[in-house]
């Protein structure tokens, strides 16, 4: 028990932030799995954490009521953006979503009553590691039961071929739409999450860490399965703990190096579901092949 207490109270707060930034990673993995490259992750998370922050803070709102508070207020600014963002192509796509998150740093620093402009704001409510794990496994069954859905099959339909997917009665508007409404109901969690961890917030919170945050997670991951960004949020929060104990003198470049390495030798991700495909077809093939030869044998 000693040795479990000490190990949380050197790590506990790399596992906090780990599941933190899994929640932003699989809002950024929403829009990414139906082919739309989107940094919006960031500007939900900033109307959920603001929002969810005003409300436990001003109105005494327990938690577990200010995260569905976040939660649609997430979805909500969704709804907007997709509305006018799905007109665009996928670059003109993530150069509007970035600028839309310098808007949206400008108008919190220029929003005081809302944001605590400069001075941010101060959040009278904190989470527990176990309330988070609890979100994190809802989340992580929402995408399992999605994945396994009609609404899964048509993602990655979409992701593949948009067009392919429209002769197939597939709506890529629709899809796109929906999976916008699923980042921003997802990232307004992880803002709430972010604000009830860290008990403060500014605009500076919400602004490119984030965004660096939840592409780097969902791409280190795996983009093509809903476990990738879970498992990327892991290994991306964790590895700067990591080499401060191993190599504390060259900590950065080794974070570096391993990033490279991992992009280089799996640059589909570290959950790659078509790996896993081929690796089981190839076992099948040997199998069949050995069989075979047995049974050549048995009759010579």
């Known amino acids: ?27 950024t993995y929403a829009v990414l799995s139906t082919g739309v490259l989107s940094f919006t992750t960031v500007v939900f998370a900033a109307v959920g954490g603001f929002l969810a922050a005003q ?18 207020g997430g979805g909500f600014a969704a709804a907007v953006v997709a509305f006018a963002f799905l007109r665009l192509e996928s670059h003109w796509m993530a150069l509007a979503s970035l600028a839309l998150v310098l808007i949206t740093r400008v108008t919190a620093l220029n929003a005081p009553a809302l944001t605590g402009g400069v001075n941010g704001l101060i959040v009278p409510v904190r989470v527990e590691p176990l309330e988070l794990a609890i979100l994190l496994a809802l989340c992580t069954v929402v995408f399992w039961r999605l994945h396994r859905s009609w609404f899964g099959l048509a993602s990655r339909a979409v992701r593949e071929d948009a067009a392919v997917a429209s002769t197939m009665g597939i709506s890529p508007y629709r899809i796109q739409f ?7 109901v997802v990232g307004g969690l992880g803002g709430a999450a972010l604000a009830f961890t860290l008990q403060f917030i500014s605009p500076e919170t919400y602004f490119i860490g984030i965004a660096f945050t939840m592409i780097a997670s969902t791409v280190l991951g795996g983009s093509f399965h809903w476990l990738g960004p879970i498992i990327g949020a892991a290994v991306f929060t964790a590895l700067p703990t990591t080499m401060q104990a191993i190599v504390p003198q060259i900590e950065d470049v080794a974070k570096g190096v391993v990033l490279l390495l991992i992009m280089i030798f799996l640059p589909r991700g570290l959950i790659d579901p078509r790996a896993w495909g081929l690796k089981k077809a190839a076992k099948l093939r040997e199998e069949t092949e050995a069989k075979r030869a047995a049974e050549r044998d048995a009759h010579a």
């Open 1 to 27: 028990m000693e040795t479990f207490l000490d190990l949380w109270a050197a790590y506990g707060s790399t596992v906090t932030f780990a599941m933190v930034n899994a929640l932003f990673a699989l809002s």
């Open 55 to 72: 409300l436990s803070g001003k109105f005494g709102l327990p938690l577990w009521a200010a995260f569905p508070a976040a939660a649609l």
């Open 178 to 184: 929906i999976a916008f409404l699923i980042s921003g």
